[in-house]
């Protein structure tokens, strides 16, 4: 016997409310005895008896009654095992079904969500009228079908052979939570949850026991056949975050082998523009991580959409990872100084003939310019005041040892136009100049000059920033980093960022970032010192005649190149974000506050797969590229959720008359490709269940008439109430006749 409602057994408690009553009553007689009727009482004790017995069966059908009620109210009912609950008991089920990407793997009798949809549909069967249902799709995040329990088992049949697998990962909790919730909501005699799955351990991590709040019994049933066998990409890095054209860059590409035998004859392809563009084979050990680089340069700027494939294996959908990257071209640099060849032919190395051209004229004018990225052009001081800056991307500053209120305004103008500045300063500036008032657009206050001995090297800066994520790990403090022997103490401004600092602590490196402009200050300069010494070849005398090395050192070029290419970045909207699917891609577009955004899917890979003559593998559902108009809110900032499919998503946004395109790319999260499942034992300890696969063959199989067995009992509550009844009529009868005599 078991009970529906045993919070009401509290209630058997009140059954001893008659007997203090009745002992109370005992104890308020006050018995006087006289000689005249001793004899009398003599007489009378035989019917005396008898009172006391009817007193004491009306005590105990008062108590039986009270009691009754109780069990009445708890529901009782009779399990298996009792002639009178051959019954078959109402039932309430609710089919928890994994669509994890996972579920996509091809075992030798064919995709396991295909068997676990016919398990799924064969326990539905076994329901008969009155019985209710419902079905949670289990991934991440749990998909109720039916947010409630129905009686309509042909549309939850329906539901579950129209069941897709999706692209996202495994979480076993929020779907058994919501299951309970469902059925706390069931009086029926039985409340079953029935978990499908190939119960992947990435599904039940960080999580703890959960407990059975609806007390509903749960059955675990496994769809896994054998030990599964998976390589799968895990992620693509490039080499440094700016990219330009002609600039060979890199592709660091990680695939794992989730498998405990090795995996021989793997071919990765890099596909760009929906064209194959290089193949490379390689093997993987067992449950090992591979690192592989590609190299590629891009000939042409602008957005480029690619993905790499590895060798089809039972599971596909990991098989497959798209980017979208952005290749910067032409740059216009203006370099200001008294001599800036250096800068010229360090920005442009493809032009070693270079020479200073007249104002306005840059390398696009010259024949050899073809190919060419970073276009500089030269001027002096005295000539940037009359200087038409419209055509150009970025200013550097070279060691300008005055900066005039004109030079200024100039400056403070340039960044307005959303266009960006590269400043090198020494301790030969004049401070006083730059630190006036006007020139809001300086990231820092020039200090007091600072010498060096020994000299310093930059310690400490972020290597995750585009101009020195290019370097080793070690970066500038290795053996031949450049050595600065004289520099500025540096004050940086409110909004300011220090990106590099020297051993002593002062910024080597200041950003300010204002709308879509960027400032650099560089606290170093780039040509010698005047001196009167002789030319020793010395460390006092190199020291005297240097501010430091940089300019004959290897660091220079990549760190000037990438400092270019970086604020020009700052006046292009380039996009680089790479989202996995379900996450919420955002970006920021000012210009069009309050507008809306047209966002499609590029089905990048199923166009390669057909020119090549391959078909997707028919658990993955087809791509179809729709069109989702999504609001920009009043302060630029938009959002989208729709990120269910993995590619690359094209973003098509209005601003000032013309049309914005941007990409990004979504690609599966990789945890789901480890296959290794959990001990049958362990889940079902986490979760109070039973597992329903034979121990020996571990096959699972649906019988009904096994099922319907566990579904047999009988509620009792109403037989209850009725003997309640006859038991306050007979203590009624009793209680009168007793009042009579």
């Known amino acids: 016997m078991a009970f529906l409602n045993p919070l009401f057994l509290f209630g058997l408690l009140a059954t001893g409310i008659p007997l203090v009553i009745h002992l109370w009553n005992r104890r308020r007689v006050v018995t006087i005895d006289f000689s005249s009727l001793i004899f009398i009482t003599a007489a009378h004790r035989e019917n005396a008896r008898r009172f006391q017995l009817r007193q004491l069966l009306i005590l105990l059908l008062r108590m039986a009654i009270i009691a009754l009620i109780a069990l009445a109210l708890a529901r009782p009912f009779l399990t298996l095992g009792l002639p009178v609950a051959s019954v078959r008991a109402k039932t309430d089920v609710i089919i928890v079904l994994d669509n994890s990407y996972s579920m996509a793997y091809q075992d030798i009798n064919g995709a396991r969500l295909d068997k676990a949809k016919t398990l799924a549909a ?25 947010r409630q329990l129905t009686p309509d088992i042909e549309s939850v049949i329906a539901a579950i052979n129209d069941t897709e697998t999706s692209y996202r990962t495994t979480n076993v909790q929020p779907s058994l939570e919501l299951a309970h919730e469902i059925l706390t909501e069931s009086d029926q005699l039985n409340k079953e949850i029935y978990l499908i799955s190939d119960f992947a351990q990435n599904g039940w991590e960080n999580w703890n026991r959960l407990p059975n709040r609806s007390g509903a019994r749960v059955s675990l049933i496994p769809v896994a056949e054998g030990e599964a066998h998976n390589i799968s990409i895990k992620e693509i890095r490039p080499s440094n975050q700016l990219i330009g054209v002609a600039l060979p860059f890199q592709l660091n590409v990680t695939t794992v082998n989730h498998s405990v035998a090795p995996s021989d004859e793997n071919i990765l392809t890099l596909f760009i523009g929906g064209e194959k563009q290089k193949t490379m084979s390689f093997s993987a050990a067992a449950n090992e991580s591979l690192n592989t680089t590609l190299t590629y340069n891009f000939s042409t700027p602008g957005t480029h959409i690619g993905y790499l494939t590895l060798t089809d294996d039972r599971l596909t959908i990991d098989n497959q990872r798209y980017f979208a990257l952005d290749a910067l071209g032409e740059v216009r640099v203006l370099c200001v100084g008294e001599q800036t060849e250096y800068l010229t032919l360090a920005l442009n190395p493809h032009n070693p003939t270079a020479l200073p051209f007249p104002s306005g004229n840059t390398y696009r004018d010259r024949e050899n310019s073809n190919g060419v990225m970073i276009l500089p052009t030269q001027c002096t001081p005295d000539e940037f005041v009359t200087f038409s800056l419209e055509d150009y991307d970025v200013i550097v500053l070279a060691d300008v040892l005055t900066m005039s209120r004109q030079m200024s305004a100039q400056l403070q103008e340039f960044t307005r136009q959303g266009k960006s500045i590269i400043v090198f300063v020494s301790n030969r500036s004049n401070a006083a100049s730059y630190n006036e008032s006007g020139n809001v657009w300086l990231p820092a206050q020039l200090g007091s000059s600072l010498k060096w001995t020994p000299p310093q090297r930059v310690q ?25 022997y004289n520099g500025l103490a540096l004050q940086s401004s409110a909004g300011s960022n220090v990106i590099a600092r020297f051993g002593d602590d002062t910024p080597f490196l200041v950003e300010r970032s204002q709308g879509a402009s960027t400032v650099l200050l560089y606290n170093c300069g780039l040509l010698t010192q005047q001196t009167t010494a002789s030319n020793i070849d010395t460390t006092s005398a190199r020291a005297a005649t240097y501010t430091n090395d940089l300019l004959v050192n290897p660091y220079f070029l990549p760190m000037l190149q990438q400092s270019v290419l970086y604020t020009a970045t700052a006046s292009k909207h380039l996009l680089t974000w790479d989202g996995h699917v379900g996450d919420t891609y955002t970006a920021h577009y000012p210009r069009s506050a309050g507008g809306k955004a047209s966002i499609h899917l590029i089905a990048v890979g199923q166009e390669q797969a057909a020119a090549e003559g391959r078909t997707q593998p028919p658990q993955v559902p087809r791509v179809e590229g729709h069109s989702t108009l999504v609001p920009i809110a009043e302060d630029g900032t938009l959002r989208f959720q729709d990120t269910e499919r993995p590619g690359v998503y094209q973003v098509e946004v209005q601003a000032q008359g013309s049309i914005q395109r941007d990409f990004f790319a979504v690609n599966v999260d990789t945890t789901e490709a480890d296959l290794t499942e959990i001990s049958l034992a362990q889940a079902a300890a986490r979760v109070g269940a039973q597992a329903t696969a034979d121990p020996e063959t571990n096959e699972t199989t649906v019988a009904a008439d096994a099922y319907n067995v566990k579904r047999h009992g009988r509620e009792i509550w109403g037989e209850l109430l009725i003997l309640v009844v006859c038991l306050m009529l007979l203590e009624s009868f009793l209680s009168n006749r007793l009042s009579n005599s």
């Open 122 to 146: 064969d326990i539905i069967d076994t329901l008969r009228h009155g019985d209710r249902a419902a079905l949670i799709l289990m991934s991440d995040i749990p998909i109720p079908i039916f």
């Open 460 to 484: 400490a800066y972020e290597e995750t920033h585009p101009i020195f994520d290019i370097f080793p790990s070690e970066g500038f403090s290795i053996q031949y980093a450049p050595q600065f």
